[in-house]
């Protein structure tokens, strides 16, 4: 067999925020992609590796380089409000952002516009105009702007979507999705940034994704309510949230309407025991799928160490370490499979053919509806409605409907009482 010492291609991936998502799914992947790298037949092997990172105060990358094995510790790190920007500018060809979610357009934009592929931790961006300048700039640039929803790769999730997409779960009609945080999520890791924010933006577009992508695509987005409660987060009349419903009301092609109810909260007791409590249930015409995290799965109770370190529930299909039968120690799941997923996506692209196929190459994975911004359209005008509607009830307006596609705009904001709509986006959602 002829062998040959060509270096495999590498792609080299800066990241902004190394926060919990990054130690519990980006670390896992990069460790082993830098021993493995990535194989298929069609892209032959391409290498990885963790280039650079960019974060606020270059604390938590200090923490990783001294934790990180050869040789990723050897990555760049950049500091301070243009640290993003330095690093996209060190030569970095992937871009992964995953600092809180009002804080993902910002390095997002300045990657795509730079010509860099990028992966943005849900929810992408939180308004329709950043969505659209974000699809633009992927498209004018010729990069893949790709968003993670990990549930989708959940198999459970995936196996409800298969039940659709084959016929044997027929015309949804209606469902809840509930997802409960512990208290020591607001007022501990997320304090920093929590003020002004609700929990709804950040998980219930786990649930909006999974109805839109399993459900959709042949139906379209009607209507959004919203309402909450404060007073534990933040004060009673405030504009920081403890907990929210939101109901997002489709219409099927034959003009029956779907509604789903999907509740969210980030001051459940900790010792509650479920650590991220969640269950859904959709109704169809001829079924029901009922799906609870806590049921599911494992129970494990080991004094000193339960809740904390060891959860009462824990869900190893998105994310365990193991020791393998085989003897090695491993860490895997949906959750590292997805991030795997997207470096495969650009893998794919820049090396799975000739250099004169890439943009059918670049057109067939930015047409993934998964994970592509331009499919998020709908998730993105949910999050944008629903923040206008408690901004609307903080400032003494609750009850406020957000309508979609309707003559006055693409979002339009209906206020009791008002005689006059507020337009939140103009365009067709
Ligand atoms: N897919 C999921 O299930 C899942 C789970 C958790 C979080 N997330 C998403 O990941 C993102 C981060 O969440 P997290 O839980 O890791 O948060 P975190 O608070 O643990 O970490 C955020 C990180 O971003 C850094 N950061 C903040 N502002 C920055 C800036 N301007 N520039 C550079 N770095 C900055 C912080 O220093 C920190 O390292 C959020 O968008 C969240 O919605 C997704």
Same mark, same amino acid.
């Given at each position: 067999m002829q062998t040959t010492s060509t270096q495999p291609p590498i792609l080299r991936a800066g990241m902004v925020g190394l926060g919990m998502i990054f130690d519990e799914t980006y670390r896992p992947f990069f460790e082993q992609a830098a021993k493995d790298g990535l194989f298929s037949r069609r892209t032959g092997l391409v290498d990885v590796s963790l280039a650079a990172v960019a974060t606020r105060t270059g604390s938590r990358a200090e923490k990783y380089r001294r934790a990180a094995p050869e040789p990723i510790n050897r990555f760049g790190s950049f500091t301070g409000p243009t640290a993003a920007e330095e690093m996209i500018a060190s030569g970095v060809d992937v871009v992964c952002v995953a600092t809180p979610d009002d804080r993902h357009f910002g390095p997002a934009r300045a990657a795509l516009a730079a010509g860099k592929h990028v992966l943005i931790e849900k #929810?992408?961006?939180?308004s329709l105009t950043e969505l659209d300048e974000l699809s633009r700039l992927a498209r004018e640039n010729g990069v893949l702007a790709k968003v993670v929803y990990h549930k989708l790769a959940d198999p459970d999730h995936k196996k409800l979507r298969t039940h659709v997409a084959d016929g044997v779960l027929k015309h949804v009609n209606n469902g809840y999705c509930s997802l409960l945080e512990p208290k020591s999520i607001s007022t501990g890791q997320f304090a920093e940034w929590? /003020? @002004?924010?609700? #929990?709804a933006t950040y998980v219930a577009v786990h649930y909006l994704k999974l109805i839109d992508f399993s459900f959709g695509p042949h139906w379209r987005l009607s209507r959004i309510t919203a309402t909450g409660q404060r007073g534990l987060v933040g004060s009673a009349g405030g504009r920081t949230w403890d907990s929210v419903q939101l109901q997002v009301v489709y219409t099927h092609p034959d003009e029956r309407e779907a509604a789903f109810d999907i509740h969210t909260s980030w001051v459940t007791p900790d010792n509650f025991p479920g650590y991220v409590e969640q269950e859904v249930q959709f109704r169809f015409d001829n079924g029901v799928w009922n799906a609870h995290q806590r049921k599911r799965g494992v129970e494990l109770t080991v004094e000193n160490r339960? #809740? @904390?370190? %060891?959860? &009462? /529930? #824990? !869900?190893y299909h998105y994310n365990g370490t193991f020791l393998e039968p085989w003897g090695e120690r491993s860490q895997r799941g949906y959750g590292i499979e997805v991030i795997r997923r997207f470096f495969e996506e650009v893998a794919f692209v820049e090396h799975g053919g000739p250099a004169s196929e890439r943009t059918g190459r670049l057109h067939q994975m930015s047409g %993934?509806? &998964? !994970?592509d911004v331009s499919a998020d359209r709908n998730c993105v005008a949910i999050v944008q409605a629903c923040e206008a509607i408690l901004a609307a009830h903080a400032d003494g307006h609750p009850g406020c409907v957000v309508r979609v596609n309707d003559p006055f705009g693409g979002l339009v904001l209906c206020k009791p009482g008002a005689a006059e709509p507020t337009i939140l986006y103009q365009g067709r959602v």
């Open positions: #929810p992408s961006v939180l929590l /003020t @002004g924010r609700n #929990p339960s #809740p @904390g370190e %060891l959860k &009462y /529930t #824990p !869900n %993934l509806a &998964y !994970n």
